[in-house]
């Protein structure tokens, strides 16, 4: 029979995965639930918060030393992502969250054409509740403080097995850790993730992307008009696209008077670049960032764009700049493992691209529905029937948005075709495709 695992209080400086006896100290209690995270990303960290919260013994295994270090420039956290964090996280750093953040008003985006042409002003209702737009190397901070030795960084987890309802977890060191359930969150083309489902989790879109950032004042009064009162889309032929945002923290901060980790302070236009494969470097993470704004600043002026959409690019802080490949899970075989005391959360099981905008918000959402699910647990369901109720709500939402965000790649893509190509030429990028890209983009950055 599957134990069931009481949580207890537990000092989040000092949690590890050894077992520890109730603070009351009597016979007989059950020891609390081991769990070790592999990956400590929004989604990992943001477990781990929850874990320690409700009195669980955890250990966070990351390969960065320096997790100020991490790629991603701007995430939009809407209310469903915000209140899966309020149950993760204790009060004192959920109201560091706010502090760190800019508070998010309904919003417009223009989407233009590749000459700068306003073709339409698309919004988004997501409903009540409050939002908050934070770059992805704050939130990351963000969900590190207090951890404290729950989270090793410099290593990685190699492999894993099962002995007596035990999962023993091997690391790139040489050691090991035993724990009652093991996470995975070593995002996507996770190769942990692809040995438990026996084939790889997700697959190349055929979109490729560059990301960077440009300091407001740098940029010529062509280009900041064209950010100045909405975040820009603009679309142009064979596949290639563009969208800029204005990010000013001292313009609408989430909330004032608390201390804030903010990395972003000054105003800045935070700008990504969207492609079909072939229009760049094959091994883009190998092209220095200089290289990779030169060529797609070479591909958007062999495609006519207008110079002010150019310069966006060119006056990018080019330290900044990085290239990925935009990968995705089958919608309809996420997890197609049997449940068990391992698992996945965030792009380790369903990987989206960012033209969705909700992998981040998704992989909280995990983290708050799996941390529900072992609280539920008792003796009877213990760790593997959490893992199931887990596994079987996270199919459901989760396929909507790996859906949600595949849209917009197909569009995309039929643009680099003839027909596509007409369609632009007509002016009629402002199907639904479009306004899905712009809500998407508007709300990954």
Not at 124 to 147: F, K, N, Y
Not at 251 to 266: D, M, Q, Y
Not at 285 to 311: C, F, I, N
Not at 365 to 371: E, G, W
Request: glycine residues 12%.
């Amino acid at each position: 029979m599957s134990r069931g695992y009481p949580p207890v209080p537990v000092d989040v400086r000092s949690a590890t995965c050894e077992r520890r006896p109730h603070e009351d100290g009597a016979s007989g209690a059950e020891p609390m639930m081991r769990v070790v995270v592999a990956g400590g990303g929004i989604g990992g960290l943001a477990l781990a918060q929850g874990l320690l919260r409700r009195g669980y013994a955890v250990t966070v295994v990351e390969p960065d030393v320096d997790l100020a270090r991490t790629g991603g420039y701007k995430l939009h956290l809407g209310p469903t992502a915000l209140a899966a964090l309020e149950t993760l996280l204790p009060g004192e750093r959920h109201e560091l969250l706010l502090g760190s953040s800019m508070g998010s008003e309904d919003f417009r985006i223009a989407v233009r054409d590749h000459r700068g042409r306003l073709l339409v002003r698309a919004s988004d209702d997501q409903g009540p509740g409050t939002s908050v737009e934070i770059d992805r190397v704050t939130l990351r901070l963000v969900l590190a403080e207090g951890l404290g030795s729950a989270l090793r960084t410099g290593l990685r987890v190699v492999g894993h097995r099962t002995v007596r309802q035990l999962v023993e977890v091997d690391l790139d060191d040489g050691t090991s850790l035993e724990a009652d359930l093991l996470v995975l969150a070593d995002g996507a083309g996770s190769e942990l993730a692809a040995a438990l489902a026996g084939s790889p989790t997700s697959t190349p879109t055929g979109l490729v992307g560059v990301a960077g950032r440009t300091p407001w004042a740098s940029l010529p009064e062509g280009a900041q008009a064209l950010v100045r009162e909405d975040p820009m889309l603009a679309v142009g032929p064979a596949g290639a696209g563009l969208f800029a945002s204005l990010h000013d923290p001292r313009g609408r901060p989430a909330h004032v008077g608390v201390r804030s980790l903010a990395r972003t302070t000054e105003p800045v236009v935070i700008w990504g670049f969207l492609g079909t494969e072939g229009l760049l470097p094959e091994r883009l993470k190998e092209v220095p960032p200089s290289d990779l704004v030169d060529r797609v600043t070479q591909v958007l002026g062999e495609r006519s764009w207008a110079d002010a959409t150019l310069d966006l690019l060119t006056w990018s802080d080019r330290r900044t700049v990085g290239g990925f490949r935009f990968l995705a899970a089958d919608p309809a075989g996420i997890a197609p493992w049997s449940a068990g005391p391992v698992t996945a959360i965030g792009d380790a099981v369903h990987a989206m691209p960012p033209t969705g905008g909700q992998g981040a918000a998704t992989a909280v959402r995990d983290a708050a529905a799996l941390v529900e699910e072992l609280g539920r647990a008792g003796a009877s369901t213990g760790v593997v029937g959490a893992v199931a109720a887990y596994e079987r709500r996270m199919r459901e939402y989760a396929a909507r948005a790996v859906n949600d965000s595949l849209e917009p790649v197909s569009w995309i893509r039929r643009s680099a075709t003839p027909s596509g190509r007409l369609v632009l030429r007509l002016a009629l990028p402002v199907a639904a495709g479009a306004a899905a890209l712009a809500r998407g983009l508007r709300r990954s950055g």
